[in-house]
């Protein structure tokens, strides 16, 4: 028990000196307020004196007042310099979105460009295309404002009109263009579907150069010529084409079957091709042949090599196309790539 009232005492002892630390630390505290605001209170006279005889002007101020002066005199200063570094920044920020623009600007006006280039290209692409197709027998409507751009304005050509929202007319003919390549999308399938047709026929009949990579020249014309050995005229049923040598590879102009894999006295080393049509082709003088009889062979597929044998004044490739029991002027197949290339606007060679 003493122990317990011991404890009791030093608690309350304890509590009594917290309260009284509280309490003249609160009586401190109010002093110290009464103090400056007995000193912020206090007034002072101050007196504006003119070196005339004058008037003396006495201005009555506080402590209070002269720190309420001071703080707004700092928050004005302050905010001067807060705004200054804010303009500052502004005007930095504004440059920097100019010279934006002005590439932006500058890439806009090679956008448009570009769009006039286009639309220039686009018009060599239309008149060729309505040639090819009119080449091919196809039949395609021109509208008004296709004809129009024949007059040499290109917005008249894609109808162009200045939108009132503020759409940039050049997104205007870009849609138009976009429309035009859609509408020219199935006459270009046609012309493949034709081409595709024609690829397929050009590979049964004998269009293709027989000397492979399309070297060589022609030595002598099919028809009427001086044989070389007796000096007297006579048709010559094919056509010669030499490279000055021997070894050179000889194709097939065709697809085709291989009838004759012979040797003659005339004709040397000499291979006979079947084709479709009625068409035959027939290849003398080879220094060897690479096929045999019953082969079936591919257009562009080797079947001998260019060579000196039978009567011959030197190496060459005498070529014969037959259809049926005539005999025909090979050059006439030879240049049908040629011809077609030219209508499509492409100049290949053989």
């Known amino acids: 028990m003493a122990s317990v009232h011991r404890y009791k005492r030093l608690e309350n002892s304890l509590v009594r000196k917290i309260k009284n630390l509280v309490a003249a630390l609160g009586r401190w505290v109010v002093s110290v307020v009464r103090h400056i605001f007995g000193v912020a209170g206090r007034r002072y006279t101050v007196m504006l004196v003119p070196h005339s005889e004058k008037k003396v002007y006495n201005l ?64 060599s692409f239309e008149a060729a295309l309505s040639g090819t197709l009119s080449t091919l027998g196809f039949e395609r409507s021109v509208s008004d404002a296709e004809q129009a751009s024949y007059q040499g304005d290109m917005s008249s050509f894609f109808n162009v009109q200045e939108n009132s929202i503020g759409t940039l007319k050049e997104v205007n003919d870009i849609q138009r263009l976009a429309g035009y390549l859609a509408q020219a999308e199935e006459p270009l399938r046609e012309i ?108 562009g597929e080797t079947i001998g090599y260019i060579g000196n044998t039978g009567l011959s004044t030197g190496p060459h490739l005498h070529y014969e196309v037959h259809i049926g029991s005539d ?24």
């Open 60 to 123: 009555h101020v506080s402590i209070f007042s002269l720190c309420c002066m001071a703080l707004v005199m700092v928050g004005i200063v302050g905010a001067f310099f807060w705004y200054g570094s804010v303009y500052h920044n502004t005007q930095g920020a504004l440059q920097d979105k100019d010279g934006k623009l002005k590439d932006a600007q500058a890439s806009l006006d090679q956008l448009r460009d570009e769009i006039s280039g286009l639309f220039r290209v686009t018009r």
């Open 192 to 299: 493949g579907s034709v081409l595709d047709t024609q690829s397929a026929l050009l590979t049964d009949i004998p269009s293709m150069w027989p000397i492979k990579g399309g070297i060589g020249h022609t030595s002598m014309f099919f028809g009427q010529n001086e044989n070389p050995f007796s000096g007297q005229w006579y048709i010559h049923k094919g056509i010669d084409l030499s490279t000055y040598r021997q070894g050179d590879a000889i194709i097939a102009t065709a697809n085709g079957q291989v009838v004759t894999v012979d040797y003659d006295n005339g004709f040397g080393n000499y291979v006979v091709i079947k084709h479709k049509h009625g068409f035959y082709t027939r290849y003398a003088h080879l220094l060897s042949a690479r096929v045999q009889k019953g082969q079936w062979v591919q257009q």
């Open 327 to 350: 005999v025909v002027d090979p050059l006439k197949y030879l240049n049908i790539r040629s011809s077609l290339a030219r209508s499509a606007g492409n100049p290949a060679g053989r």
